[in-house]
């Protein structure tokens, strides 16, 4: 076994605890780690990654996997996933269990019901962090790109059908105007 | 101790569809195979467009509460969101087949990428046609945001409190503990008063 992908998954088992708020609020830490203190990848390759797991489908974390895969190969990336999803899956899982327990109980709905607002309030946040990361470019393309942002959040907020559509329409109307 | 009432919106609005009986650990992994593969933007949109509106498994009150819970969690929200709903659902085989949906196959598409790019990361088409997604992938979060709000009718304090968290996280960029330790507990600190003055 690659001795590294043991480094690898100590690594991101201490990393997963501390991720509050999802694997995005640990970059900044995995970056310090990765590239400055043990060196395992360059700056520009920690960006590169990062920025594939942002445009791939799916859940941002997978980015733990791009960063084992670099480091120690395919043990690597089982590891770092293992070490990341390891604990906060049982976290879950025994929250989850402990919420089935407590049903009814006017405290943890009052808890549950309390946690809605902020989690939307946060989810907005991160569609405008990342709607201003993305208005780049000259003038006229942050126009575009701006306008890009509120036809398909309209889109998503009034129509039913699935938002693919927006992406679609997004990806092509960069192809002609974005470039 | 006699439960209190619930709060008036913990209620679905009427104008939801009844649920669908609940699913097995097959129908768990199609279901978030399918959310985790479309998830541009986030898979939390899509999970909860499975959920609430294509499936009808869970209100969108129920969803919006396991989200808040996993996203109080250390680790991707909706990789908890997976494990709370596969739990719920199918005990633990349910949590692995919905954890397992949800990563396996964006896992195949990245890695995929990621071994393909240097081919064509320089080709300006790609980089145009990403940039575009981009702005519409956040765009997408932002109008789910709404979606999600307009149809749970929250109370005023409760939007006040949103616009907050919001404002905190984008423009403060206040780190994301802070936030869900100071205004998660007078978030809840209000529900429990709204509750107290419905009875």
Redesign the interface.
Known sequence: MNPLAGDIFFFFLKL????????N?AVPEMHREVVELRGWMTDASFS??YA???????????FV??IG?HVAGWQG?VAS?LG??G???I???G???L??RLA???RL???????????????????????????R?SGIEVAV??L???????????S?H???W??G???????L??? | MPTKPVPRNAVSPPEEPPLNPPPGPGQLFVAFAKAGLMGFGGAQIWVRRAMVEERRWLTERDYAEVLGLGQVLPGPNVGNAAVMIGRRFAGLPGSFAATGGLYLFPLIVLMGLVLLWQGFADEPLVSSFMHGLACAAAGMVIGNAFRMSGRLRPPPEQIAVGLAAALAAAWFRVPLPVIVLVLGPVSIGLVVWRMRRAT
């Not at chain 1, 997963?16 to 694997?23: D, E, I, R, T, Y």
């Open positions: 997963s605890l501390l991720a509050v708020g999802g694997a609020a590169q990654g594939l797991a942002s445009a791939a489908p799916g859940p941002n974390v997978l996997a791009v895969y990336l996933l990341f999803l604990p906060t899956f976290l879950a899982w929250v989850a269990t919420t089935q009814g109980d006017w709905a009052a808890l549950r019901a309390g946690l809605v607002p902020v989690a939307i309030g946060l989810i907005l946040a991160t569609g405008l962090v990342t709607g201003a990361a993305a208005a470019g790109a701006v890009i942002t509120l036809a398909s959040a309209l889109f998503t907020w009034r039913n699935t938002p693919l927006a992406l329409a997004g990806g092509v109307l960069g192809l105007l974005l470039r």
